[in-house]
């Protein structure tokens, strides 16, 4: 088992969005957490992440989305994800998500869903047990 010290993140804005706050703030508690964060910066495209996964050796590729453009980014990155050899990696995204698209999410892969107003603690905990 990986241990906390071990877990590489990347924590990365896709697209146009420009509210980077709360995914500084998820990058912190991932931080004090024991994880290892690259943390993209904002306007990201779905190549550069998954370039920066690659050559980062990731365990987790987590989103941070609050533009409402999730959807159609995901369908971008996902096919990218997995042409890179990345689909046994963690995919998660956390961010403005209604509840409607949380079922397609997890179709495309990105199986840990955060909403705005997830507690910490629990995409910590999350992570912790999820990589292996």
């Not at 590489?8 to 931080?31: C, F």
């Not at 050796?57 to 609050?66: F, T, W, Y």
């Amino acid at each position: 088992m990986i241990t906390a010290k071990h877990i590489r993140v990347l924590l990365a804005k896709p697209g146009l969005d420009g509210h980077d706050q709360g995914a500084k703030i998820v990058v912190r508690a991932m931080m004090n957490a024991g994880f290892e964060v690259i943390y993209t910066g904002l306007r990201q495209t779905p190549e550069q992440i998954t370039r920066i996964a690659l050559q980062e050796d990731v365990d987790v590729i987590a989103l941070s989305s609050m533009a409402g453009s999730h959807l159609p980014f995901c369908r971008k990155l996902r096919p990218l994800l997995e042409a890179a050899g990345l689909g046994d990696k963690l995919w998660m995204i956390g961010g403005n998500l209604p509840a409607q698209d949380h079922e397609e999410l997890r179709r495309l892969g990105f199986v840990g869903i955060f909403p705005t107003g997830s507690r910490l603690d629990d995409i910590t905990q999350y992570v912790r047990e999820k990589v292996q």
